[in-house]
């Protein structure tokens, strides 16, 4: 099957938008810290570059976070569905979890 020219051009332009989406939208640099947040407002600033484990409760809970070689994650939670544990380790400017 021989390629048309607009079956070239319909390739490159979709090479374009994955190459223009991967630029915009790829993962910020490392981050040296992880900012805390509770209802809007900054709790906490974590260093990143030592590893530890702390606890931050609030009146309906806690989150038991881990910093380990870089990244931070949530390793306990009293909430239902633990999808701030599942979310797994974050290293990168602008990821989030959210609990």
């Keep these: 099957m021989k ?3 607009n079956d070239i051009l319909l390739i490159l332009g ?4 994955a190459g223009l989406m991967w630029f915009f939208f790829r993962p910020g640099e490392a981050g040296a810290a992880a900012v805390i947040m509770q209802n809007g407002k900054e ?3 974590v ?3 030592t590893d530890q484990e702390l606890t931050i409760a609030a009146e309906n ?3 038991t976070l ?6 931070i994650s949530v390793s306990d939670a009293d909430c239902g569905d633990h ?3 599942h979310t ?3 290293d990168r400017d602008g990821e989030r979890i959210i609990c």
Aim: with cysteine; hydrophobic share 40%.
């Design 66 to 71: 881990l910093v380990e070689n870089g990244t």
């Design 14 to 17: 979709l090479l374009l938008a």
């Design 83 to 85: 999808t701030c544990i």
């Design 88 to 90: 797994g380790k974050i």
């Design 47 to 49: 260093d990143l570059t």
């Design 43 to 45: 709790i906490r600033r």
């Design 3 to 5: 390629l048309k020219r």
């Design 61 to 63: 809970g806690y989150n």
